[in-house]
């Protein structure tokens, strides 16, 4: 026998259910009163730095129907490259800018549209700087584990060649998955779960 | 548990985190969980050791909390009501795998009435709303990680996958750490219920110690006497690695 290392396992995951809007967006389901808004509605201000974009976001199924009861939250570097997280030492985040949002699938398009800024490069772990990107997290009914990906910017080409994660997908095809077109000010993330465009979900 | 540090005298951890023990949690593409057919991802997931993009996180001041946040039985309710049902009190601890509490970290509720009815336009039920139950909650961990709910305890409820599935009593929980990879979805069960083995949604996970690990008990030393039971819910997020030498030798 050794000593025990005592560690405690990760609770194990759920599914958020078909209700989740009830805990996470309880206005948006027809609860007010409890709240006064939803978490991570506004991401920014009359203040906030930086250019500001538009995100539409879609999750679509194996059938091709996009998902109209999922629940989308991304986290994104402030427009100078830190995170407002006590977590980042590098330096203070723009205090105008939470960085983190929250949206529900709209119930009938399936579609979600963060209103936010272009995040600036943030340094990989070996120092070389990762292209902008949103981190983004999925849940929804039929989805036992929240689904871990990443957002880049169609119109950052030379960042995105030379993107340290972006470099890391073996089939070359598929980084395509990860990468928005724009169209003015709004980029459009379509999530695909399975299929020929399976987007790439991160381990991470 | 032991070794909960205060984190008022603690810089940020920064250290990767433990990687996720993905048999132990519940695979992407579960039949019997009929939904997740067409919503699971069938190539493998890419494996990355952590960025700043995941060891950083959103962190949540009290001051986005009302009076009412923690307590079910009344933020819903109209004056001098409360909501039907039997009165609960559900606490813990946020814990890491390191048994370290998780200081100020946001945690979500949501769940069915005493009846099993969710208030949620897309609910079919036919058991009745509470007029004074809406259904949600949220709190702050305390510095060493605990903390506590009141409620009512909810309904099982039927739902439509097989023709006769019936969810066991429970509380959705969605818990932020202090790293957007700590980020969690589970639920919580009640012991001594006998449709937690019976459900395609909770057998979606393959360990049965995993299940056990989402099932709170029933503490009669914490209840308050005439007025709720308790029920002790711990909840592990994933751990992280000390950063006071490793990371320079290995060059991160």
């Known amino acids: 026998m050794v000593q025990a290392l005592g560690r405690l396992k990760e609770s194990a995951s759920q599914t958020a259910g078909p209700y ?90 399936g579609e979600c549209l963060f209103e936010t800024i272009k995040p600036g490069r943030v340094p990989f772990f070996d120092g070389r700087k990762m292209a902008p990107h949103l981190t983004v997290w999925i849940v929804a009914r039929g989805i036992n584990i929240g689904l871990h990906t990443r957002m880049y910017f169609g119109d950052e080409e030379t960042a995105n060649a030379e993107d340290p994660v972006l470099m890391r997908i073996e089939q070359k095809e598929r980084v395509s998955t990860l990468v928005a077109p724009r169209d003015g000010d709004i980029y459009k993330f379509d999530i695909h779960l399975q299929g020929i465009n399976e987007t790439v979900f991160f381990d991470i | 548990m032991t070794n909960s540090r205060s984190p008022a005298n603690r810089t940020p951890e920064i250290g990767s985190f433990f990687p996720r023990d993905r048999n132990w949690h519940p695979p992407a593409f579960t039949p019997a969980y009929k939904t997740s057919v067409l919503r699971s991802p069938q190539r493998p997931l890419l494996s990355l050791d952590n960025t700043l993009s995941e060891l950083t996180g959103p962190v949540f001041g009290q001051s986005i909390l009302g009076e009412l946040d923690n307590d079910l039985i009344h933020n819903f309710a109209g004056p001098g009501e409360s909501a039907i049902g039997s009165r609960i009190l559900v606490y813990g601890r946020l814990l890491d795998e390191r048994g370290i509490g998780v200081a100020g970290a946001l945690l979500e509720v949501w769940q069915a009435n005493a009846g099993g009815r969710y208030r949620h336009k897309k609910e079919t039920y036919r058991a009745p709303l509470d007029p004074n139950f809406g259904g949600c909650g949220r709190a702050i961990t305390g510095e060493d990680g605990s903390y506590c709910f009141r409620t009512i305890q909810p309904g099982p409820y039927p739902w439509p996958n097989g023709p006769n599935d019936w969810r066991p009593a429970h509380i959705h929980f969605s818990i932020f750490g202090h790293g957007f990879a700590q980020r969690l979805i589970t639920q919580m069960y009640f012991e001594g219920d006998p449709m937690i083995w019976r459900c395609p949604i909770v057998r979606t996970i393959n360990d049965r110690r995993a299940i056990e690990g989402l099932t709170a008990a029933l503490d009669m030393e914490a209840t308050i006497p005439m007025d709720a039971r308790a029920y002790k819910f711990d909840i592990v997020l994933r751990g992280r690695r000390s950063t006071l030498f490793e990371n320079r030798i290995e060059g991160n």
């Open chain 1, 20 to 109: 989740v809007h009830i805990g996470l967006t309880p206005n948006f389901a027809g609860i007010s009163g409890v709240y006064e808004c939803d978490l991570g509605t506004a991401m920014v201000n009359d203040k906030t730095r930086g250019e500001r974009i538009r995100v539409n976001i879609r999750v679509i199924d194996g059938a091709g129907s996009p998902l109209n009861d999922a629940l989308v939250e991304i986290w994104q570097a402030d427009a100078a490259g830190i995170y407002n997280s006590p977590s980042d030492l590098r330096g203070s985040a723009d205090p105008n800018f939470t960085g983190w949002g929250r949206l529900p699938t709209d119930m009938t398009t």
